[in-house]
């Protein structure tokens, strides 16, 4: 290669022949560079220009469709003060695609690093912070078809232990309690939740951990109705408490209809209301 190299095109630039007229007739220019060498695998990546390259240019070429470029290789030739492209080997391989994404785990630094995975490469991964090593070796291999082998998820989010129970509630349905899990916390009869209902296990730093548990607060009724030409046993009371009941009496000489007491209940937990409706005195 190199002997064919100096033989040919150097000789139109070489000191001598520049002395005789025979140069001007030999075809291309002294100081300019031919055709592009060819590549299989990769175009110049300007292909408005096909010749006529003066000494010093630079050409880049660009990789097929399904190719990649090699590392460590070069995508570049100059044009050389003999007239010659330096040399080019092939530089564009085959490769995977881009490793999958996952949800627990990502592609080590040395891996990550890569846009070249030839037929036969393995990359690893490493869990994400809110998860932790399984069984499984976190490892997938392209193929040689150029695809990966099917990657599951290698780790396993990070358990955040079992849910405490906030004073007069508890969790329900705590089956899950990794990373990510959502428990509802529910109050015991007579108590509202006062924050958010649920707990989620969620990372903290690098450590995973549940959110704040709410609190179970008692309920406290509104005041009962007053009815005109009678009272209830509750009116020297500030506040009174859920299932509590107020019985109504009228004055003298005035009759009551309807239910006598009423009681402090709930719906959906939320405030104490009181059921049915005050009697009248008549
Ligand atoms: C690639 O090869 C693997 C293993 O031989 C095979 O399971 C997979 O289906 C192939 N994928 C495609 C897209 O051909
Ligand atoms: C309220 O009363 C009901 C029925 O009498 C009872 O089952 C429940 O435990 C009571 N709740 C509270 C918080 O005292
Ligand atoms: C009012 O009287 C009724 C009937 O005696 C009783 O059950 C209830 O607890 C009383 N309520 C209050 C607030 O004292
Ligand atoms: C209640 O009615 C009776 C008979 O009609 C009457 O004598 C009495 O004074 C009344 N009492 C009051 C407190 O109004
Ligand atoms: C109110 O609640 C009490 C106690 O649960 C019950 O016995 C009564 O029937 C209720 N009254 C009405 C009108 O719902």
Avoid at 1 to 9: C, G, Q
Avoid at 101 to 112: G, I, P, Q, T, W
Wanted: hydrophobic share 30%.
């Amino acid at each position: 290669m190199v002997f064919v190299a100096t033989a040919v095109s150097p000789a139109r630039c070489h000191p001598l022949w520049l002395l005789g007229f025979v140069a001007l007739l030999l075809p291309g220019a002294c100081g300019q560079c031919g055709a592009l060498p060819r590549l299989s695998h990769a175009l110049p990546s300007d292909t408005n220009r096909t010749e006529g390259f003066p000494t010093n240019t630079q050409m880049t070429y660009k990789c097929l469709e399904g190719f990649v470029k090699i590392p460590g290789k070069s995508d570049t030739v100059v044009c050389l003060s003999n007239s010659q492209w330096s040399n080019i080997e092939e530089f564009c391989g085959r490769s995977c695609p881009a490793p999958p994404r996952l949800k627990s785990a990502v592609l080590s630094d040395e891996d990550l690093r890569k846009n070249y995975y030839p037929a036969g490469t393995n990359v690893s991964y490493v869990c994400r912070p809110a998860y932790e090593r399984t069984e499984l070796s976190p490892v997938t291999t392209c193929l040689e078809n150029l695809t990966w082998v099917e990657a599951p998820e290698f780790c396993l989010g990070k358990s955040c232990g079992v849910p405490k129970n906030p004073e007069h509630g508890r969790p329900v349905d705590a089956t899950n309690n990794r990373f990510g899990a959502k428990v509802n916390i529910l109050c015991d009869d007579g108590y509202r939740v006062s924050g958010r209902p649920f707990i989620q296990c969620s990372l903290n730093g690098d450590q995973v951990e549940w959110s704040e548990l709410p609190t179970c607060q008692a309920i406290t009724c509104s005041p009962p109705p007053n009815i005109t030409n009678g009272m209830h046993n509750g009116s020297h009371l500030e506040s009174l408490d859920y299932n509590s009941s107020i019985t109504y009496k009228c004055d003298h000489n005035f009759s009551l209809t309807g239910e006598a007491s009423i009681y402090c209940t709930t719906r959906d937990n939320i405030n104490g209301v009181w059921n049915g409706s005050a009697p009248e005195c008549k």
